[in-house]
């Protein structure tokens, strides 16, 4: 196929206009891959000529628009090299991949499907492999290609051997939903959008993790990236883009496509986020439901502590001092970590936790936490003891609260945390906010409310940089 297209892409050069056979040729390409509908009957041979040459012109178009190239509706040796190079079998507006989307006009660069998955925690399964790699080659590649997405969003992934959200596959030919594969070269591989969950890998390419054939690992990124809800990009160095061509082992997503996952999955809050160009930092709070133990032996709801609350702390009881966050209507994610008692301690994923290494306890932020760790639970006597995390899961809800606590921890819903989350470590964010606290103890008038926020405003840039050196 690829050495047909050579020769078509030849005689369009030596005839210096599109010749017949490249017309034939871009035609049927454009018909396979929805810009244009086919109107002929099984018995006829394919004709440009018999196609309405404004039809064709608007295809060409349409194909030229979709994938970054210069507009002009002429079949040009650089449309024509675009098309006969190997590419994704997602089509432009596949009515069966994804009915409603081909409705709408695409505005966007990146572009994605009506649909995303509800949860941000998603498994998947590989089999059938394909023979050409080994199996740990494979799932290597793959993991590569869930990866470069759950770095740059909120998605956690999780391979199973179970029926899986996402289930990748090898197959040959037709393999029973109705999208045959071509053979060497052509089709790569396919992609159900959201909630379908099927990624199809040709397993008559030869899969490689180098240059010397198709690099399965950026191929899996992209088809990943579709059965994550996103569509062709048209920017040409975007994983999203239709055609394949080598980006070397080390590909990263690009610009287009952060773009893409991020809006669909809000973005990993440890990297730079580009729908509001900064880091999203400081949402870090506990749900409004967590439950606190006051020293009059009562348990509060966070939404109802008061300054002045005497609340469990890490160290016997700890006086209220202030709010850092307090916002009844903001709708926010929380990370819900689950411990063996079946305690669950809600907090933002930037949020420090408690939790047991080597015998100490360290503080680290939420959404770092896996099940290997331990959290640190206090009893409403006092005593310590460490749970394992069994369960982590990611919801919604209204109300973000943040106390700040003498000496800096609370205890909630029996489990330790830090007052802090917008500083790179629990110490250096205690050194930092020192100054409230004593403030705290000169003057009960002073306005503790609006000072906490000030000082979270201006000492948290500091706190930041004194944490690069902790
Ligand atoms: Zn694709
Ligand atoms: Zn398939």
Known sequence: MKLAATILICIVISLDGASIESQLFAEKFLVRFNYMTDSRTNNQQPSALKKSP?????????????????????????????????????????????????????????????????????????????????????????????????????????????????????????????????????????????????????????????????????????????????????????????????????????????KGIEELYGCNPTKKCYKEGKPKKGDSCFSPKGLVRTSKNETKFMKDIDIGDLVQSENGFSKVIGWLHRDEEKLEKFFVLKNELGLNLKVTGEHLIAIEKDGQIQYQRA??????????????????????????????????????????????????????AVVNSHQIGHLVFTPLRWMSNWTSAFPLEHSAELITKYLGPVAEFLGMFS
Not at 54 to 63: E, L, V
Not at 143 to 163: C, P, Q
Not at 187 to 201: D, N
Not at 242 to 253: D, H, V
């Open 367 to 420: 959404y770092e936490t896996t099940k290997r760790d331990f959290l640190i639970n206090i009893d409403e006597f006092g005593r310590k003891s460490r749970q394992k995390i069994t369960e982590i899961d990611v919801i919604e809800e209204k109300g973000i609260y943040a106390p700040l606590t003498d000496d800096g921890t609370i205890v909630v819903d029996s489990n330790l945390a830090s007052c802090y």
């Open 54 to 258: 404004s039809s064709m012109q608007t295809a060409i178009k349409d194909y030229q628009r979709d994938n970054g190239l210069v507009v002009t509706g002429d079949l040009s040796r650089e449309t024509l090299e675009l098309m006969s190079l190997p590419r994704c079998g997602n089509t432009r507006s596949d009515n069966i991949y994804d009915a409603i989307a081909s409705k709408r006009r695409r505005r966007r660069r990146y572009a994605f499907s009506s649909t995303k998955w509800n949860s941000d925690f998603l498994t998947y399964r590989v089999s059938p492999f394909t023979n050409d790699l080994s199996k740990s080659q494979v799932l290597s590649a793959i993991e590569k290609g869930f990866k470069i997405w759950s770095d740059h969003s909120m998605l956690k992934f999780k391979r199973v051997e179970y029926k899986a959200n996402l289930e990748l596959s090898f197959y040959k030919g037709s393999h029973q939903d109705g999208y045959a594969f071509d053979g060497k070269g052509g089709v790569l591989a396919h992609a159900f959008y959201p909630r379908t969950g099927l990624i199809h890998f040709d397993d008559d390419e030869l899969w490689s993790t180098s240059n010397n054939d198709i690099l399965l690992s950026q191929v899996a990124a992209h088809e990943i990236g579709h059965g994550l809800g996103l569509k062709h990009s048209s920017d040409k160095n975007a994983i999203m883009y239709a055609s394949y061509k080598y980006k070397g082992a080390n590909f990263n997503i690009e610009t287009d496509d952060r």
